[in-house]
Structure formats: structure tokens, C-alpha cells
């Protein structure tokens, strides 16, 4: 990689690239990040010291040269960089059927502390959904004090369903009766900052752009499977949102026409038939299941369908087998679509996953064209933790990174 020199280098972008790199990568030489920027060593140790001086980046101790580092004198612990936690703080939200999920993110991008509300959300209308928002961000910041010492600096959302990230509106979720709710500009109105929302699959794709452990470089799809299915597309590096400001809403691509009734109301989408309402509605004509909300199912419900399935019951296994054959042919048509590297498949559901592979190879082998098997890996990407509200706090603060710097504060 070509190295800038300070004259042909713009400050700017270069911090942006320097902040990021430290958030996905923890803490670092100068000469590694160099290396990975295509900086110069004078141009970082200009701009970090900048970075230094307004208090976003701190020098630690690494390990001492010959352990695992090439760049300190041989036995003396290597000078590296990393990012201060409490330069700024961000809050995430997710708002799913009835459940509201509050975080408070540092800036490091690490979720310091969570709570979830239970919630009748789709009694609530466009008003008292903002509202509600916003007493329970008021009432989380105020049982934070001790750790978020500022105002948060931004407020990312992670929505169920479709929303517009550029106007800032719901335009469908299944999560509320009501559509194309405003709810950006009135938080922002009300905590100031940057306040932004994606869909939580979106949201998601960001959340493994930003881990380096989870190989989020290149370009690369991940599919969400739930409740209903969701799709984030990295391009670039970059969460790609459309023109429109939604883009990629695979879940609501059509496998049959008048197919099985999806909840955003059209049907045969290949949510109707891998959604786990759709799945939790195919097993109750096969099995006594009184209990079963088939408006949210819980995931003791779920897990219970997935065991008995494993344990022999061949009719509700062939119900996740046709789930995984549906996927598959929404993968075929992906891949002849965009092509990407890699295809991450993760959401609790993916609980099923290994009933639904063989399927989702067969749906391939049928649907693919035959010069197009070679192309991207498919991945199951285990769901131990819920990378939604991640990825809100990891968008809200990307934005505030480019904003910072665009509006530097006065001297």
C-alpha cells in the first residue's frame, strides 16, 4: 500500500480512518496503523497526536517486543494506542414486538450496561411510541449518571421490520399496527446529538463490520432469521441502505405467488415460509400446541419444536426442511443478483440450521445456474449474542466520527 505524505493527506478522513481502525482493532503501534491505512509514520504521529490532545485517544502498554509485536526495542513493552472509553457515550435502542431494549455504548463501541421493557407495543400509536421512547432514555441516562457522566453524544435505533433510514421513519413493523411513524427528528428534538435508525439486520451487518473477529471485510450478505427475516449488505465496507433509504429487505422477496400470508401483508415472501410465525403456524395444524402466540412466539416455544423435530417427529422436520429449501432458493437468487463474497446466515432462527443445510444446498443446486456454484461461502454464524443493539451503537457512533470532525469544536 502506497504511503501519503503530510502535504497530499487530508486530516479529516484520516482521523476518521484512524478512530475506526482502533475500534475494530483495539489497541495498536503507530506503525500498524500506518501499515493499515496507508498513512505515513510522520502523518500518524501528527494526527494521533492530535487525536491525544482531544482526549478521543490514550497511549498503553502492549506486550513487550518478541511476544507478539515487531515495532518496540527487544524486552521493552511496545507503546500502542487505543481509543478512551468515556470520551463520549452513545445510546442504542431495539424495539421488537413488545420488548424494548435500551444500551449505553462508550466509545470504544462496547455496551456498558442494558435493560429491556416489557411493552404492549403495538398499542402504541406515533405519539405515544416517541413518548415512551423517550421517558425510558430518560429514566435509563438518569440510573446511569455514574458511568455516563456526559450527554450521550447520539442515539441509534434498531427497528423490526422496514424502516427508512433517511427519513428517520417506520415504514413497516411488525412490531406496531400503525405505519410510516416519524420518530428521528422528535428524539432528536428532544436529546439533541445525532439520532439515526436501520433495520436490526442492518443494524447487524454493522455490528460484524465492526468485530474483527467475525471477518466483517469485503463485501458480504448476512441473513437475519426470526421472528420475520431480514438481510444487511455490506458493499465496500460499507452498510449499503439504497437510494430510498431501505434496501435489501430479502425477507419480503417472493417465492410463490399467492403463497402463504406474510405479516407485511403480501403473500409468498420468503419470510411467510422461514419466519417463526410461519413456522410455528405450519406446526400448529400438525400438532396440539394450546399455548402458542402465534403473534410473537417465544423462543421456549420455538426450542420445543426444533427438539421434538431432532427427536424423530419427521412431519415437523420436513416443515424446517422446506424452511431451509425456501432460504435456499432466496440464496440462488442472491448470488446471480450481487455476487457477494461471503454469506453469513445468523438470528436465534438459525436455531434449526442444521435440519435446514441439506436444504438450503438443494434449494441452491435447483435454483443456481450451474457456473454460478462456485461463488460466495455461505456461513452459519451462531447467535450467542444479539448483535442489534451492537451495531445501533456502532452506527451512531461512525456518524458522530464523520460529524466531529466536519464540525470541529471551537478553540
Not at 148 to 155: D, N
Not at 216 to 226: P, R, S, T, Y
Not at 262 to 273: D, K, Q, T, V
Not at 309 to 335: P, Q, T
Request: aromatic share 4%.
Amino acid at each position: 500500500m502506497s504511503r501519503r505524505t503530510d502535504h497530499d493527506t487530508p486530516r479529516q478522513p484520516s482521523q476518521i480512518a484512524i478512530l475506526r481502525f482502533l475500534r475494530i482493532h483495539g489497541p495498536a503501534a503507530r506503525i500498524d496503523i500506518g501499515t493499515a491505512t496507508g498513512l505515513s509514520p510522520a502523518t500518524v504521529t501528527s494526527l494521533t497526536a492530535d487525536l491525544i490532545a482531544q482526549g478521543l485517544v490514550k497511549e498503553t502498554q502492549g506486550a513487550p517486543n518478541g511476544n507478539n509485536g515487531q515495532s518496540a526495542t527487544r524486552g521493552r513493552p511496545k507503546v500502542m494506542l487505543d481509543l478512551v472509553p468515556d470520551a463520549a457515550c452513545v445510546i442504542g435502542v431495539k424495539l421488537t414486538i413488545n420488548l424494548v431494549e435500551i444500551a449505553l455504548g462508550n466509545f470504544k463501541g462496547e455496551i456498558e450496561r442494558s435493560i429491556q421493557h416489557s411493552i404492549n407495543t403495538r398499542d402504541l400509536d406515533e405519539t405515544s411510541l416517541v413518548t415512551t421512547l423517550c421517558h425510558l432514555i430518560d429514566q435509563f441516562i438518569a440510573d446511569n449518571r455514574d458511568i455516563a457522566t456526559t450527554p450521550p453524544i447520539g442515539i441509534g435505533i434498531a427497528v423490526q421490520g422496514v424502516a427508512d433510514s433517511n427519513s428517520g421513519e417506520i415504514i413497516w413493523s411488525p412490531a406496531l399496527r400503525h405505519r410510516q411513524i416519524a420518530i428521528t427528528k422528535p428524539l432528536r428534538e428532544r436529546f439533541g446529538g445525532i439520532v439515526q435508525m436501520s433495520n436490526d439486520a442492518n443494524c447487524i451487518a454493522t455490528a460484524i463490520t465492526q468485530n474483527n473477529d467475525l471477518g466483517g471485510n469485503g463485501d458480504f450478505a448476512v441473513i437475519m432469521l426470526g421472528y420475520g427475516v431480514g438481510m444487511g449488505l455490506v458493499l465496500n465496507g460499507v452498510v449499503y441502505n439504497g437510494h430510498f433509504g431501505a434496501a435489501a429487505e430479502f425477507g419480503h422477496m417472493k417465492y410463490q405467488p399467492d403463497g402463504p400470508l406474510c405479516n407485511c401483508g403480501r403473500r409468498g415472501c420468503i419470510e411467510a415460509y422461514i419466519g417463526d410465525y410461519a413456522i410455528l403456524r405450519d406446526a400448529s395444524g400438525l400438532i396440539d400446541m394450546p399455548d402458542a402466540n402465534n403473534l410473537h412466539p417465544s423462543e421456549k416455544q420455538m426450542m420445543d419444536l426444533v427438539k421434538r423435530a431432532r427427536n424423530g417427529h419427521e412431519d415437523l422436520a420436513d416443515i424446517f426442511r422446506h424452511a431451509g429449501k425456501v432460504l435456499g432458493y432466496g440464496i440462488a437468487n442472491l448470488i446471480a443478483l450481487l455476487g457477494p463474497e461471503r454469506i453469513l446466515i445468523t438470528g436465534s432462527g438459525a436455531r434449526a440450521y442444521d435440519l435446514m443445510e441439506p436444504e438450503i444446498d438443494r434449494g441452491l443446486r435447483e435454483a443456481q445456474v450451474p457456473e454460478l456454484r462456485s461463488g460466495p461461502k455461505i456461513i452459519h454464524l451462531p447467535w450467542d449474542k444479539d448483535l442489534a443493539l451492537q451495531g445501533a451503537i456502532g452506527q451512531s457512533l461512525l456518524r458522530h466520527d464523520e460529524s466531529m470532525f466536519a464540525n470541529p469544536p471551537a478553540n
